[in-house]
C-alpha cells in the first residue's frame, strides 16, 4: 500500500490559515490502514485545527468527511454538492489523491495534510518498510522475491557493492544490505546458480525517466 | 475510606484505559477542559494486559498534539494506580489540580471569552 505519514500541525496550520471554512477530507484506502488519513485522523487533525484556531482568536469551520477513496472520480463526486460552500479543501489522502481532489475541483484550492512517503508493508503494528520504487519493470523473479530496486541504496542490479559490511548497508547501518538479503534467500532455497545470470543495464524509461506514466486498457474501458 | 479529593474533577468511566483514544482526550480540550489525566491500573496488572500500557502512549502521542497547537502538553498525563490505592488516587487528584492551576485556564476558553468579550464591546 501507499504510506503517508502526518505533516507537523503547523506546517497545515500555515497553509489553511487565510481561511475560515474548510473540508478536511480523509481516504479509506490505503491511509487508512497506516492510519494517516482515514476517519479517525480526519477527527484527530480537525480538533487540533479548531482548537489552534480558536485559541488564536480566528475559529474555523471545518467540514469533516472520509471518501472510499481519492483516487477515483465517482468518489470524488459525492462532495461536488457541498464543495462551492467552503474556501479550500485540506486533503489527507495519499499525494494521488490530493492531485485527483484538485484536478475535479479545479476552482477550489487543495492543499495535502500529509507526506506521501512510499509503496511498502506493515512489518508490525506502527511499523511500515519501503518494499516496491514501482520502476516499473519487475525483476523479483531473479532476486528471490526481494527488489534490488528499492532494497538496494543504489539499486545495483549485480550487487552487492562493497559498502555491504556484516548484511548491513553503508548508508545505514539500521539497513540491511538488499544483495545481503538476496544471496541468504537464494543460498536458503539452493538457487545460488540464479546469482551467476548478470542482469543487464536496467532500462529506466519503464520507471520515473520516461515522464508520468499511464495504463490504458482498451479491454476495460466502458 | 471517604476520602475527599478536589470537587473540579470529573471522572468518566472507561472499561479499561485502553478503550481511552487519543481524540476521546482532545475533545477534552475542544470542550473546555483545562487538563486531562487518564488513571489507569498498574503497569502489568492490565485485565487485558496491555489496556494501560496503550492508553500511556496514547496520552504521549497526545502530549505532541497539544504542545505543537500551544495548549501545552503538560496539561494531559497518565497515572497509574490499583483500585486499592484511593489514598494514591487522591494525591494524584491534587497533584493535578494544582499542576493544572499553576499553569491556568485553557488557552482556548481564554480566547473564548476575550471574543465574547469584544463583541460586546463592539455593540453600540
New interface residues.
Given amino acids: 500500500m501507499i504510506i503517508g505519514e502526518g505533516k507537523p500541525i503547523k506546517e497545515v496550520l500555515s497553509m489553511i490559515e487565510p481561511y475560515s471554512k474548510i473540508i478536511l477530507a480523509g481516504c479509506r484506502g490505503c491511509v487508512t490502514v497506516c492510519s494517516v488519513g482515514g476517519e479517525k485522523e480526519v477527527g484527530i487533525l480537525a480538533s487540533a485545527i479548531t482548537m489552534a484556531r480558536e485559541k488564536e482568536g480566528k475559529p474555523i469551520e471545518i467540514k469533516e468527511v472520509t471518501l472510499e477513496r481519492q483516487c477515483d472520480p465517482e468518489y470524488l463526486e459525492q462532495i461536488r454538492g457541498i464543495v462551492d460552500e467552503y474556501e479550500a479543501i485540506l486533503s489527507i489522502a495519499c499525494g494521488a489523491g490530493v492531485q485527483f481532489m484538485a484536478e475535479k475541483y479545479r476552482k477550489t484550492p487543495v492543499y495535502p495534510g500529509i507526506n506521501t512517503k512510499f509503496i511498502g508493508v506493515t512489518e508490525e503494528q506502527g511499523v511500515w518498510s519501503e518494499r516496491c520504487q514501482s520502476c516499473g519493470d519487475c525483476k523479483l523473479h531473479l532476486t528471490g522475491g526481494i527488489c534490488p530496486i528499492t532494497r538496494c541504496a543504489k539499486s545495483l542490479l549485480n550487487g552487492p557493492c562493497g559498502g555491504s559490511s556484516r548484511g548491513k548497508c553503508e548508508v545505514n547501518p539500521e539497513i540491511d544490505c538488499g544483495w545481503q538479503l538476496i544471496y541468504d534467500t537464494l543460498k536458503e532455497q539452493g538457487r545460488l546458480d540464479k546469482l551467476e545470470v548478470i542482469i543487464p543495464i536496467n532500462d529506466w524509461t519503464t520507471s520515473r525517466d520516461g515522464g508520468p506514466r499511464k495504463i490504458i486498457r482498451e479491454d476495460l474501458k466502458l | 475510606m471517604r476520602l475527599s479529593y478536589p470537587p473540579n474533577i470529573k471522572i468518566i468511566q472507561v472499561p479499561c484505559t485502553g478503550k481511552v ?3 476521546y482526550l ?2 477534552a ?2 470542550n473546555g477542559a483545562d487538563g486531562v489525566y487518564v488513571a489507569g491500573c498498574m503497569e502489568g496488572d492490565c485485565h487485558y494486559l496491555t489496556g494501560n500500557l496503550r492508553a500511556r502512549k496514547r496520552v504521549e502521542y497526545t502530549k505532541k ?1 497539544l504542545d ?4 501545552g502538553g503538560e496539561r494531559v498525563e497518565m497515572f497509574n494506580m490499583s483500585a486499592a490505592q484511593g489514598t494514591r488516587f487522591v494525591e494524584i487528584a491534587k497533584e493535578m489540580t494544582e499542576r493544572i492551576k499553576a499553569l491556568g485556564p485553557n ?2 476558553k481564554k ?2 471569552s ?2 465574547k468579550n469584544s463583541d460586546v464591546e463592539g455593540q453600540p
Fill in positions: 483514544d487519543v481524540i482532545l475533545k480540550f475542544q498534539i505543537e497547537i500551544g495548549i488557552p482556548i480566547s473564548k476575550s471574543l
